[in-house]
């Protein structure tokens, strides 16, 4: 592949990935026995999310089978959804439909034949996951509902006590431009720049290992570079070259890092979702066992994620002025080298639901790439 090679050519045209764990809501959102208060969508699917009487998340088409109506709009009784236009209710869980009003005893519809779609839901690290499957054929109704093929993603602890916190916020961009504005190395010297943590001049050439694993690629494990995040923290814990990082991509929009020192340890998952074919949004959850001794501890980690996040967002936030005209674009190497796998990754995969086969990698072997940041 040349070094310019026009972005748009590896762009699979802003299409989602069906058939994954989506990040929906934090977990917090949820009442027990009640519908969230906001509306989520997921890959450009409505959705209800709730909680039942017992606590178990779930997830349901916000559109009635019947006529469409939103089901966020009628009542839940901690069990069962009533829809408000015709009363048709359905079981929160399984959707399966219980009761229309309307019927005479005579008129032997088969109800429990009848679907409002329903999503496996998860809670995992304080988010409600839903897994969002292929589109079934175009046109049919929704049916029984299939559990997911995996459990919902999870991020790895080394430790029985840990602290747990997130963070979150909107991008007005593809799902693409936020993946690859996460594991784009150069911007930050431009965008992450603060007194208190870098200048433009800390900028100097790096080598990072690269290797394949399934569905991703992995920058092994290496001691962190000195201008990164929680390394400047870490290092009041433990020796620098005892401290190791590992960090993995993986379709279809995660990131995690994992950070040890001794039997320190930091770990986050970040996952960058799409919400429409424009939009996305990134949450960033991190475990951690580090600071627990410290009273502003967390509240200074969140503080600098907090900073990171809303920088990178108002870079998006610009960046989708530019992009508004679809301009030519180009991801040079070795420095969008990542981004140009995530694009091979993507593609593979699309190729792979679409006609079978094994998966292609886009990566022949580990690799090392440079760059200057
Ligand atoms: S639209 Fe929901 S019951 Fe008729
Ligand atoms: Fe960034």
């Known amino acids: 592949m040349p070094d310019d090679f026009p ?3 590896q762009t ?12 929906a809501l934090p977990a917090s959102q949820l009442r027990r026995g009640q519908l969230a208060k906001t509306k989520t969508t997921l890959l450009e699917q409505p959705l209800v999310i709730g909680r039942d009487r017992q606590g178990q998340a779930f997830a349901l088409r916000d559109a009635c089978p019947h006529r469409g109506m939103p089901l966020s709009c009628g009542q839940f009784d901690g069990q069962q959804i009533e829809c408000s236009y015709h009363g048709w209710k359905f079981d929160a869980h ?8 309307s019927l005479v005893p005579e008129q032997t519809l088969k109800i429990d034949r009848i679907y409002a779609g329903s999503y496996p839901c998860e809670e995992r690290d304080d988010f409600i996951w839903v897994f969002i499957p292929d589109p079934g054929p175009g046109g049919a109704g929704f049916s029984k509902p299939a559990p997911a093929p995996t459990p919902a993603p999870e991020i790895p602890k080394f430790s029985e006590h840990y602290k747990l916190a997130y963070l979150t916020a909107d991008l007005p961009c593809s799902v693409d431009h936020g993946i690859i504005g996460l594991m784009d190395p150069a911007h930050g010297p431009f965008v992450h720049q603060a007194w208190w943590w870098r200048t433009q001049k800390s900028i100097h050439e790096k080598h ?20 990164s995040a929680p390394y400047k923290l870490l290092r009041l814990y433990a020796d620098a070259d005892s401290i190791t990082t590992t960090i993995d991509f993986v379709l279809p929009n995660l990131r995690s890092e994992i950070i040890r020192a001794g039997k320190y340890w930091f770990s986050s998952l970040t996952t960058v979702t799409p919400i429409t074919r424009n939009q996305c949004r990134i949450d960033v959850v991190a475990a951690w066992n580090l600071f627990r001794w410290i009273p502003f501890g967390p509240e200074l980690l969140k503080f600098v994620f907090a900073k990171f996040v809303e920088q990178d967002r108002r870079t998006m936030e610009i960046q989708s002025e530019g992009l508004k005209h679809n301009p030519h674009l180009m991801l040079i190497g070795d420095a969008d080298r990542p981004a140009k796998w995530y694009f091979g990754l993507k593609s593979a995969m699309l190729e792979m639901k679409k006609n079978g086969g094994e998966f292609r990698h886009p990566m022949a072997g580990p690799m090392t790439l440079r760059w200057r940041s």
Request: aromatic residues 16%.
């Open 94 to 101: 399984s959707g399966q439909c219980q009761l229309i009003p």
């Open 7 to 9: 972005l748009q050519s």
């Open 12 to 23: 699979p045209d802003a299409l989602m990935l069906f058939g994954f764990w989506y990040r």
């Open 208 to 227: 990072k290992n690269f290797e394949p694993i399934p569905y991703g690629f992995r920058m092994s494990a290496h001691t962190p570079s000195s201008n």
